[in-house]
């Protein structure tokens, strides 16, 4: 009980950060037109990319001996910029669709 | 400084992520909402490359590598996303999801094993993120092979059981790993990661595929949880609000897809789909399609006054919206009242059917929604259904018995004539017999369907 206050405490900033961004995110969706779903997943999709600044942060301090946090590192930051370019590129051109209609 | 430029950076990161997504829920602003995101991206990612240091205030090391690695996740992503056919769009958007979910697993992966730490919260945070992580990327690829028709369905309430299990046993791992560290130690990681991973593949394997695209959003709300537990391992504020963001929006439009479809979130999960389809032929007797030549079914549409065109995912498999268009335009110059009737799950996700049209050039005011549509049906003189099904069935509103009762459906059987293009008289995705097939009014036209449309042109031209 005393660990799960201390990690409270320590942790209040993200904890308030954590609860506003659920509401802001429920709250930027609402009133999505149905054709723009499959846009809009593609595009947050392409958001959540963001882990490869955490795959970054481990491959840039694994020290160069370390085999295992190189070779993984490696890889998931290529998986990571998959996930970032694909969804990003992907998402373009599905919008390109409707852009140029009148 | 440096330590300030990164956070400044991260700090723009969040903001365009959250006015991107906003951007991107309207029409107008949706393609420089996507624009903006991807800006902030490359800003927080170039920020972390230049600017991050860790405790011991060294920089990021390994450059050449974390370049190339880079080089090439741009390339390959590049080319997958720009040869991709638009039919295929929903799997693409799924592998993605997928490899940012093993991303997320392979930073808890190696956090755990370079650090060793007992602190609660950090284990809790890395064997939740492997856990979701792993969850999303296998659960990704089973929904990637099945819309790829790589995967079939494989229905059993016995795995839904044992998944239930298996999900209670997972949590409980974790539950010994942050409690007691030491009564497994290290190679509690890899049984995480490899429990994980079959619990993502029984996941998906018994969901119907007509509730792929619901799966394929909630796995990228999944990822998007992920992410920010990944951002609370570092203190990343950043990963934190993007992958926060991307979870609760995710879940939202998790939500709002089920609605479109009448499918409470829950039961697409844990109720099976399907198998209940043998009441939808009931009425007793032998039941006999009819059919139509395409000739007949040129000279109907064109001496009539209204036509309205029902596109499903058939359209989309045959890459006939640009035939469909030609044939539209033809009826259209003989003064044929015609537009698209377009179900909001028609396709394969929501809006795949407006994208596919918009690509053939069709004019966006043509595109009617469900709900303009029906009313007006008892109007219309010909209805005619390219590939589609299961969002045409009765049975959706005639049978309690159906599967899928409830759902909205385009009410096609109420207009005057209505010609079913097919294949074969095989079932919808939902694996359900469907009643409007064999209808008074109802004429069968077999064939593929860019095939049919074009002998179709044909006919007309003729006229």
């Known amino acids: 009980m005393e660990e799960l206050i201390s990690f409270f405490i320590e942790n209040k900033e993200f904890i308030y950060v954590i609860i506003l961004s659920i509401f802001l995110g429920v709250e930027v969706i609402s009133n999505v037109p149905a054709i723009l779903h499959t846009p809009l997943m593609s595009g947050a999709n392409a958001i959540h990319g963001v882990v490869i600044i955490g795959a970054i942060i481990v491959m840039g301090h694994a020290s160069p001996d370390n085999i295992l946090a190189i070779g993984l590192g490696f890889v998931a930051v290529v998986l990571g910029t998959l996930n970032v370019v694909g969804g990003f590129v992907v998402t373009n051109r599905m919008l390109e669709m409707f852009k140029k209609k009148k | 400084m440096s330590n300030f430029i990164l956070e400044i950076s991260y700090l723009l990161g969040s903001i365009s992520f959250i006015l991107g997504l906003k951007m991107l829920s309207h029409p107008e602003t949706a393609r420089k909402g996507n624009l903006l995101a991807a800006a902030g991206m490359a800003i927080a990612i170039l920020a972390t490359i230049f600017f991050h240091e860790n405790e ?89 092979g099945k819309l790829d028709g790589k995967i079939n369905d494989w229905r059993s309430n016995a795995v839904r059981m044992f998944n239930n299990v298996l999900l209670a046993g997972i949590l409980a791992l974790i539950g010994v790993g942050v409690f007691s560290p030491d009564m497994i130690g ?34 990228n709300s999944f990822t998007g949880v992920a992410a920010a537990l990944g951002g609370f391992l570092y203190d990343n504020a950043v990963m934190l609000t993007g992958g926060i963001l991307v979870g609760s929006a995710g879940t939202i439009l998790t ?135 299961d969002v045409v069935n009765p049975a959706a509103e005639t049978d309690p018995s159906s599967p899928i009762y409830g759902m909205p459906i385009i009410q096609v059987d109420k207009a005057k004539n209505v010609i079913v293009m097919k294949r074969s008289m095989g079932k919808g995705y939902a694996g359900i017999a469907n009643s409007l097939f064999f209808k008074d009014k109802t004429r069968m036209l077999f064939g593929d369907a860019k095939d049919t449309l074009g002998k179709l042109v044909s006919e007309l031209k003729q006229m």
């Open chain 2, 56 to 144: 011991a205030g060294e920089p990021i090391g390994n450059l050449i590598w974390i370049f190339a690695a880079i080089g090439v996740g741009t390339f390959a992503g590049y080319l997958m996303a720009m040869k991709v056919k638009m039919t295929a769009m929903p799997q693409m958007v799924s592998l993605f999801n997928g490899m940012g979910g093993a991303c997320a697993a392979i930073i808890s992966i190696v956090e755990y094993t370079s650090h060793p730490s007992h602190d609660i919260g950090f284990l809790a945070i890395a064997f939740l993120g492997l856990m979701i992580g792993s969850v999303s990327f296998s659960g990704s690829m089973v929904a990637y």
């Open chain 2, 186 to 219: 290290e190679p509690i990681v890899w049984i995480l990661l490899v429990v994980s991973l079959i619990y993502g593949i029984l996941f998906v394997m018994p969901i119907g595929g007509a509730d792929m695209p619901v799966v394929i959003s909630l796995l």
């Open chain 2, 255 to 389: 939500v709002l897809m089920c609605q479109a479809m009448n499918r409470p979130l829950l039961s697409v999960i844990f109720g099976s789909f399907g198998g209940g389809g043998a009441a939808g032929t009931g009425e007793g007797g032998e039941q006999v399609v009819k059919t139509i030549s395409v000739t007949d079914a040129a000279i109907l549409c064109a001496y009539a006054k209204r036509v309205a065109i029902v596109p499903g995912y058939g359209l989309a498999v045959a890459q006939a919206q640009h035939t469909c268009h030609d044939f539209e335009r033809m009826l259209g110059e003989k003064g044929v009242e015609v537009t698209y009737a377009i179900h909001p799950v028609a396709g394969r996700m929501p809006g795949h059917m407006n994208v596919l049209l918009a690509e053939a050039d069709v004019p966006y005011p043509k595109l009617l929604e469900m709900e303009e549509v029906n009313p007006q049906l008892p109007s219309t003189d010909v209805v005619i259904v390219v590939g589609a099904n």
